[in-house]
């Protein structure tokens, strides 16, 4: 995919800009705090309409504003030149050409822009639910049918949950809905599984280029810590459990639950791996979500890099430029010029003062 432009009206420190990024490599650069990042998040909302950044959409609104907007140009072989416009306020409103879209479902994985920054070591270092995250919206945006039983568990797991804060005793009330829950979770717990194994593998092999200059060696594993084996053995469980989710007034339980931290070299990257290694790790798991998009869906994702290249040694910073085909659009924030690397030698400069955006 390439991103053509951005034009966008009240979006965190830009009152209104309109960037043009026609180019296989654009380099956003400036001083901290001027508007960098907010570029490349505004950029990233194209794979699924949410930020990289935070989970309260309403925090992309300019302060003082009461609603932002952001409109694209991009263009997939698979959709041609297309427009897209989010508007922004306490929800959201994706339109595509004009129609506007009635489900995210529909939207996630069309424009795929694959965000890689600093923050990405939280994979490692977080709490389960940002591994989960990362993981899901990944996996929904290769697979519709994954995002489908994502919003089905939720929904059931909502309903139950109200029961047992009330304190409902009758196994009848639950039924319908742990059913529900029990189908979803086993078609989760199976896709996960099969993609985490798929990433592992290409990730290994990733960071095995980053660190060759240093000698270092590592199998990277993702491993989900939840099973729902089939509906009817999820079935079961959840009625087990039910007694003791009525004390803890929540389901304890399940998907929602899972987590799958990285381990290098057989250790938990989280307590054991030095800050290089992490970076490298995190790194290493966004080019493989990277080869496995293009790989499945046919279109390569644009890459959009915040300031990660300059935590990276020479060795490794070129070797991140081996790893990245030279027909995906990249563009990279950073304070200082843009470098001369490899296949990448001309690059359309971006200079961001205050919010606002010179060629």
């Not at 901290?32 to 998040?41: D, V």
């Not at 529909?106 to 994979?123: N, Q």
């Not at 054991?272 to 290694?277: L, N, V």
């Not at 200082?336 to 400069?349: F, H, I, N, V």
């Amino acid at each position: 995919m390439k991103i053509k432009f951005a034009r966008l009206q009240n979006f965190r420190n830009v009152g209104f800009a309109e960037i043009d990024l026609d180019a296989d490599s654009v380099w956003i650069c400036g001083a901290n705090a001027q508007g960098k990042t907010n570029l490349l998040e505004a950029l990233g909302l194209l794979s699924a309409a949410r930020s990289f950044r935070t989970s309260d959409i309403s925090a992309l609104v300019r302060k003082g504003e009461k609603s932002a907007a952001a409109l694209f140009g991009a263009q997939t072989e698979s959709e041609g030149d297309s427009e897209i416009l989010i508007e922004i306020s306490r929800t959201r409103k994706i339109s595509v050409d004009g129609a506007e879209l009635a489900r995210l479902g529909d939207f996630i994985g069309r424009f795929p822009a694959l965000p890689m920054t600093s923050e990405d070591v939280k994979i490692l270092r977080a709490s389960p639910e940002t591994r989960r995250r990362d993981v899901d919206m990944f996996i929904s945006g290769i697979d519709p049918g994954y995002f489908g039983a994502l919003r089905r568990y939720h929904a059931a797991l909502g309903h139950r949950n109200a029961l047992l804060r009330a304190g409902e005793a009758d196994g009848g009330l639950y039924a319908p809905f742990e059913a529900q829950m029990a189908h979803a979770a086993a078609e989760i717990s199976k896709k996960r599984r099969e993609r985490l194994a798929q990433i592992a593998r290409i990730a290994r092999e990733r960071y095995a280029r980053l660190a060759r200059e240093s000698g270092e060696a590592a199998e990277i594993e993702m491993r989900p810590s939840a099973e729902a084996e089939d509906p009817e053995a999820f079935a079961g469980r959840l009625e087990r459990d039910r007694a003791g989710d009525m004390e803890a007034r929540s389901t304890r339980r399940g998907p929602h639950r899972d987590d799958f931290p990285v381990r290098i070299g057989g250790l938990d990257a989280k307590t054991y791996a030095s800050e290089g290694q992490q970076r490298s790790a995190a790194l290493a798991i966004k080019l493989a979500q990277f080869e496995i998009f293009r790989s499945e869906k046919g279109v390569e994702p644009a890459i959009l890099c915040d300031d990660i290249l300059g935590e990276l040694d020479s060795a490794r910073r070129a070797a991140f430029w081996e790893c990245v085909p030279p027909s995906a659009q990249v563009v990279s924030t950073a304070t200082s010029d843009a470098p001369d690397c490899g296949a990448r030698k001309s690059w359309k400069t971006v200079r961001v003062e205050n919010g606002k955006y010179f060629f």
